[in-house]
Structure formats: C-alpha cells, structure tokens
C-alpha cells in the first residue's frame, strides 16, 4: 500500500514538473520572439543609416551591441599587413578565409578590419596596401571562442573573430573592442559587403511547441483525474 501511495506521489509530482517545465518553456520563448523582433527592426533601420566615424579611442568604453551593432561607419588609416589573420569561413563563394587585417588609425589605435572574403585558393595571392585609406563598412562586435571548434592562436588557427586573442597573438596593443566589416571594394578579392543581416526567428514555434507539450501534460492529468464509468450490461 505505501509503495503504491509513493509511487502515486512520484507520478503527479512528475507530471506537475513537467507542465510547468513546459510552460515555462513557451513563455520564455514568447519573451525571446518579442526580443528577436526587436533586434531585427533594430538592425534593418540601423544599416541604412548614412555612415559616421568609426569610434575611436575615448569612446571605446560605451560601446555595447544595442547601440552600436551593424552600425554604418567610416575610418582611415594604415594596414599593418604583417599581421593579417585568416579566419575560417563559409560563404555563398564556398568555403574559404575572412581576410581580418589590423588598421592603424591618426591617434595610433588598431582597429580590426574584415576585409572580405579569400577562397582558400587565393589566399596566398592578396595583394598589400601600404596607402593610407579609408573603409566603409558596419561596425560589428567582437565574437566570442568556439566551444567545439576553438581558435588555435599558437597554430594561427582562427574559426571565430575573437579580437582580444588575435591581438594578443599579434602582439598588438591599443585595440579597438570591435571590428568593421568592410565594403564590397572595386578589387575581385578579397570580397567585401557580405555581412549576414538575415537572424533565425523560430521562436514562434519553440514557444507553441512548449504550450503544446504543457497542454499535452494537463489534457492526460485530468484523464487521470476523470471518474471511469463502467457499464455493465
């Protein structure tokens, strides 16, 4: 008798687990569709703005993602071609490198600059700029280390544009907490303008999918609790 009283409390305890598992699921959801939603609106007036100068130095403390993410911008500056990065990636043109090259600026502070694009077949024939120029492209965030594949700075291995370690791999001091994807330039390669403005939105359907399964969850409780009528005839 306890053992089926246990049981029986393990059961429902179980199922009232679940149902609000679920439910919070779908809730959570909600509150990520309408962060999502945000963020594109955000990102799609953002990248028609006319560009601004990049932020230098003294500014470099308030930049956050919510208001400088995919912004327009513009600096000049020299490439310090010796310390370009290859970062690994895969793009509409196959699978090839990022072209990362660190962009000496007036007040003598490094901007990372992704150049474009690079087929691993034309890696090795980039040709250098040693003029002062001027990029245009959106400002992006640093990105964080892989978890399965991690950047391997002491084999200049790089699958992710992670600044802090590609500076410190570089040797590189006085440098900006974000890059610039640049342009699409009037050289084939590398190739520039290639920023992915397009986010995944499936949080519709993650949070009817937890509604449903919490729904499924409290539909078999109550069959449960429903009194079985037996007829006998």
């Not at 901007?111 to 694009?117: A, D, L, Y």
């Not at 990029?135 to 892989?146: C, D």
């Not at 440098?175 to 342009?183: E, L, S």
């Amino acid at each position: 008798m306890k053992y089926t009283s246990l049981s029986s409390f393990i059961f429902w305890t179980l199922l009232i687990f679940f149902f609000f598992l679920f439910s919070t699921l779908g809730i959570w959801q909600i509150y990520r569709l309408q962060w999502k939603n945000t963020l594109i609106a955000r990102v799609n007036e953002r990248i028609h703005l006319a560009p601004r100068p990049a932020p230098l130095l003294a500014e470099w403390f308030k930049i956050k993602a919510p208001n400088y993410d995919y912004l327009p911008v513009s600096i000049k500056g020299h490439f310090l071609n010796d310390k370009n990065i290859f970062v690994h990636a895969l793009t509409i043109y196959g699978s090839g490198y990022w072209l990362l090259s660190p962009l000496e600026t007036s007040e003598h502070s490094i901007i990372f600059i992704n150049r474009g694009f690079v087929p691993m077949e034309k890696k090795k024939k980039i040709q250098n700029t040693f003029q002062e120029v001027r990029i245009h492209g959106l400002l992006r965030m640093e990105e964080k280390n892989g978890y399965l594949i991690r950047n391997n700075p002491d084999k200049d291995l790089w699958y992710t544009r992670e600044l802090s370690a590609m500076a410190k791999a570089k040797k590189l001091s006085t440098v900006a907490p974000y890059f610039i994807d640049a342009d699409k330039a009037m050289e084939s390669f590398p190739i520039g303008g290639l920023t992915v403005i397009q986010f995944p939105n499936n949080h519709l359907v993650y949070a009817l999918t937890g509604f449903t399964l919490a729904g499924g969850v409290l539909v078999g409780a109550l069959f449960l609790l429903l009194p079985k009528k037996i007829s006998k005839k």
